[in-house]
């Protein structure tokens, strides 16, 4: 009994200082259990803030999509009526220019029929200078014919 007695005696403070040590790792796992609790109630109340934030920048990134796809329709519409304003003062100009060619044109054909008129009137007029030239010059030669023939008539009484 004696060796039973000295094993008691060396496994008892042994187990009595196991059982130390195992008290005091049970406190300091309760301490971190606590510690890991605590850090994970921040983490939950961490990602609960993160969530809400995420949230609510979505809702702003959505209320600003919305408001600058509003903004855009909006110059868009302006845009296009701007355009449809330009094109509007552009086919009124176009018809505007047209008409003043057609008017210019007309007077252009009525300037030509005046000019046209205008070289019948000299070609008559040049024809009855030439005739009357060629007139003046046939009573000269008729006048040159007559004083010859009186010429000869005298000499042949």
Known sequence: MELLQQIKDF????????????????????????????????????NQRIDQVHDDLLGRIDKVNTDLIARIDKVNADLTARVDESYQRMDKQQADFLARIDETNKRIDESNK??????????????????????????????????????????AA
């Open 11 to 46: 496994l008892i403070p042994e187990l009595d200082a196991i059982r130390q040590e195992q008290s005091a790792v049970r406190e300091r796992l309760n301490a971190i259990d606590l510690h890991l609790v605590d850090q994970s109630r921040r983490i939950d109340a961490l």
């Open 114 to 155: 005046r000019i046209d008129e205008t070289h019948r009137r000299l070609d008559r007029l040049y024809e009855v200078i030439v005739r009357r030239d060629e007139h003046v010059g046939l009573e000269n030669w008729v006048r040159e014919l007559d004083r010859r023939l009186g010429n000869l008539e005298r000499r």
